[in-house]
T-cell receptor, first 114, second 111 residues
Framework: DTGVSQDPRHKITKRGQNVTFRCDPISEHNRLYWYRQTLGQGPEFLTYFQNEAQLEKSRLLSDRFSAERPKGSFSTLEIQRTEQGDSAMYLC????????????FGEGSWLTVV | SQQGEEDPQALSIQEGENATMNCSYKTSINNLQWYRQNSGRGLVHLILIRSNEREKHSGRLRVTLDTSKKSSSLLITASRAADTASYFCATDYNAGNMLTFGGGTRLMVKP
């Protein structure tokens, strides 16, 4: 499978705990994106990387959210001190090159905060 | 607020009928992409149409773009029960390729 891979697919955590999601983009895609989607809504952009550089992070929902892509390949999205309102699906996507190329999404990671 | 808005929000048709979904957006775009999402799953890319294109086809799908009206439409011909899903338009209006999604159209195709 050469698509965008996300792990874990489902995560249930208690409020206040930290969670981390991993994304492996399509091989050789230099751009990697994170989105959040709540029930009944369209995905909402969070942040993106070009190679290892995080070029946009102002859309991250709060300072509890952070993302890394240390070697320009896989990426992690961490949510610290989770709240019930963080319950959503977190989608990773990747693309090759600059604007105008197709963006491919993974299957998403479902987060439930109880 | 979201850049794109789909219309209708929900659509129910019989198998074999055509389904048309519309998308309106607010600012000039570089391109517009349509995606399908089955319940609880990720997004599947359908078609990308650039701002200088007016129509694109892919199998049973036809997408049009009218930049003067800031709108796009997705037509699915000869629909099948397997087409039941949510359909989203997403606009790329800056150089970062950061897509902005609408709320989607929930399509149900009855066998």
């Amino acid at each position: 499978d050469t698509g965008v891979s996300q792990d874990p697919r489902h995560k249930i955590t208690k409020r206040g705990q930290n969670v981390t999601f991993r994304c492996d983009p399509i091989s050789e895609h230099n751009r990697l994106y994170w989105y959040r989607q709540t029930l009944g809504q369209g995905p909402e952009f969070l942040t993106y990387f070009q190679n290892e550089a995080q070029l946009e992070k102002s859309r991250l929902l709060s300072d509890r959210f952070s993302a890394e892509r240390p070697k320009g390949s896989f990426s992690t999205l961490e949510i610290q001190r989770t709240e019930q309102g963080d319950s959503a699906m977190y989608l990773c996507a990747s693309s090759l090159g600059s604007s105008g190329n197709t963006i491919y999404f993974g299957e998403g990671s479902w987060l439930t905060v109880v | 607020s979201q850049q794109g808005e789909e219309d209708p929000q929900a659509l129910s048709i019989q198998e074999g009928e055509n389904a048309t979904m519309n998308c309106s957006y607010k600012t000039s775009i570089n391109n517009l992409q349509w995606y399908r999402q089955n319940s609880g799953r990720g997004l599947v890319h359908l078609i990308l149409i650039r701002s200088n294109e007016r129509e694109k086809h892919s199998g049973r799908l036809r997408v049009t773009l009218d930049t003067s009206k800031k709108s796009s439409s997705l037509l699915i011909t000869a629909s099948r029960a397997a087409d039941t899903a949510s359909y989203f338009c997403a606009t790329d209006y800056n150089a970062g390729n950061m897509l902005t999604f609408g709320g989607g159209t929930r399509l149900m195709v009855k066998p």
